[in-house]
């Protein structure tokens, strides 16, 4: 459950959602709020039949460490964070996360046609569908500043 006037990240490990954590935590120190870093997974039986109940809950907590090293690795001092590790389509734990969250946080991997081809799949679908404003972060910003976000400060939102 999201705190009301969290800023809400959702991340899956990559670089790009990294760098959404990053900006995610720039902006709450700014403003005062909490990060609520939200980390979705799926497992499809179908893929590996008879496996035990054992191999989902291994999947489940190998989310929780990634998550929770991902946390240790950015400088958070003066700001919460929270996570959450929810099995369930990123599209929609993302939704349900930022529901009164007062800012969603998306990387952008930039993979697929069209729009997605900007943002990626998880984010186009989030514009459309979010109850609050959404900021997304880049894959060029990965490129362009792998080492510029120590002592960021985020802009305006536009």
């Given at each position: 459950?999201?705190?009301?006037?969290?800023?809400?990240?959702?991340?899956?490990?990559?670089?790009?959602?990294?760098?959404?954590?990053?900006?995610?935590?720039?902006?709450?120190?700014?403003?005062?709020?909490?990060?609520?870093?939200?980390?979705?997974?799926?497992?499809?039986?179908?893929?590996?039949?008879?496996?035990?109940?054992?191999?989902?809950?291994?999947?489940?907590?190998?989310?929780?460490?990634?998550?929770?090293?991902?946390?240790?690795?950015?400088?958070?001092?003066?700001v919460?964070?929270?996570?959450?590790v929810?099995?369930?389509?990123?599209?929609?734990?993302?939704?349900?996360?930022?529901?009164?969250?007062?800012?969603?946080?998306?990387?952008?991997?930039?993979?697929?046609?069209?729009?997605?081809?900007?943002?990626?799949?998880?984010?186009?679908?989030?514009?459309?569908?979010?109850?609050?404003?959404?900021?997304?972060?880049?894959?060029?910003?990965?490129?362009?500043?792998?080492?510029?976000?120590?002592?960021?400060?985020?802009?305006p939102?536009?």
């Open positions: 459950m999201t705190s009301k006037g969290a800023i809400v990240v959702g991340v899956d490990g990559s670089p790009v959602s990294a760098a959404a954590l990053r900006w995610a935590v720039a902006e709450a120190k700014a403003t005062g709020r909490a990060v609520e870093a939200v980390t979705a997974w799926t497992y499809t039986p179908a893929l590996d039949p008879g496996a035990p109940e054992s191999t989902v809950t291994e999947i489940a907590a190998a989310h929780r460490r990634a998550l929770d090293e991902l946390i240790d690795s950015v400088p958070h001092d003066e919460t964070i929270r996570t959450q929810v099995e369930g389509d990123a599209r929609e734990v993302v939704l349900a996360a930022a529901n009164d969250a007062s800012l969603l946080v998306l990387g952008s991997h930039g993979h697929g046609l069209l729009m997605h081809a900007l943002v990626g799949s998880v984010s186009a679908h989030c514009l459309r569908h979010a109850t609050c404003p959404v900021v997304i972060v880049p894959a060029q910003v990965i490129n362009e500043h792998a080492s510029a976000t120590a002592g960021y400060t985020p802009g939102i536009l």
